[in-house]
């Protein structure tokens, strides 16, 4: 099963501070990614989650200060295909890690991570995998389990797999997804990594050492209640897909639950945290 997408493109005149200001309020809709733009940004939402006057809700669009210009079309999950292959190039995390597809010739890195990314999330290349990986590498991962939710190309439950996990569990709730993952999974020889379709955690007791969350701002604070509900005593969550702005919001509502902020990163205006269960 493919998924279609719908992109926005917007240009912004002036283009600064209004392509931030716009930013934050795409978010409130069920756009998955985003992606700056020399004149103001582009914005992605799978058509299953697209509706008339999608945009009736962006107050910025009425805002006599600027200038806003948009357009929108279909993309195809072939032409994104396309895009992706045409443009992806091997991006190294650090002196063990290197991101490549399997067109690539080999680094000779302790960690190759073959990616042939289609129309998934998660090659290394935005700021919020790449600081994902990085807070990964500085675990140790050793016969532990771990949890990959929002899991896109499979690329952080590879990882964990290299690294020595005992256990990898992966969910994606698009089909999409699953299928690459399942792909890149086989591709790398990971063996024990199980992958799943669905938006909720199955398990429903302390399960995992570690815990990958990269996927945006509104899911995570509603999911939170159920990673710490899952993650071991002193265990690692390691969260991504939102702003600097967010980390007070996200900080009180990792505190409710018991989850405590030990490490912020930061790439441009994205952030990832590892929190520590306890």
């Known amino acids: 099963m493919t998924q279609t997408y719908i992109g926005y493109y917007f ?16 978010q409130d809709l069920p756009f998955e990614s985003f992606e700056m733009s020399e004149t103001g940004l582009n ?23 600027l200038k806003i210009e948009y357009t929108s079309r279909s993309i195809e999950p072939e032409n994104w295909n396309t895009k992706w292959e045409e443009a992806f190039e091997p991006i190294e995390i650090n002196s063990d890690c290197v991101i490549r597809a399997d067109f690539h010739p080999s680094f000779n890195k302790q960690y190759e991570l073959l990616i042939n990314p289609k129309m998934s999330f998660g090659t290394g290349h935005h700021q919020t995998t790449h600081m994902m990986l990085e807070l ?11 949890l990959d939710m929002g899991c896109g190309t499979g690329i952080l439950a590879i990882l964990a797999s290299k690294m020595g996990a005992e256990v990898v569990d992966a969910i994606d709730c698009d089909p999409w997804c699953v299928e690459n993952a399942k792909e890149n ?4 020889q990971c063996q024990n990594i199980t992958v799943t379709l669905g938006q909720k955690i199955l398990k429903k007791v302390p399960s995992y050492d570690v815990i ?17 509900k899952v993650l071991r005593p002193k265990g690692s969550l390691l969260l991504s897909g939102f702003y600097k702005k967010d980390i007070p919001i996200v900080k009180e509502r990792c505190n409710r639950f018991g989850l405590q902020i030990v490490e912020t990163k930061q790439k441009e205006s994205w952030c990832a945290l590892r929190c520590k269960n306890g």
């Open 11 to 26: 240009k912004i005149s002036p283009k600064s501070p209004w392509d931030e200001i716009l930013l934050a309020q795409l």
């Open 185 to 188: 999974f086989t591709k790398n």
């Open 212 to 228: 990958f969350a990269n996927i945006n701002r509104n899911v995570l604070l509603e999911q939170l209640p159920s990673y710490a």
């Open 136 to 146: 990964a590498l500085s675990l140790s991962l050793k016969k532990k389990t771990v």
């Open 43 to 65: 914005a992605y939402v799978a058509e299953k989650d697209h509706f008339e006057s999608f945009l009736s809700s962006i107050s910025l669009l009425e805002n006599k200060e």
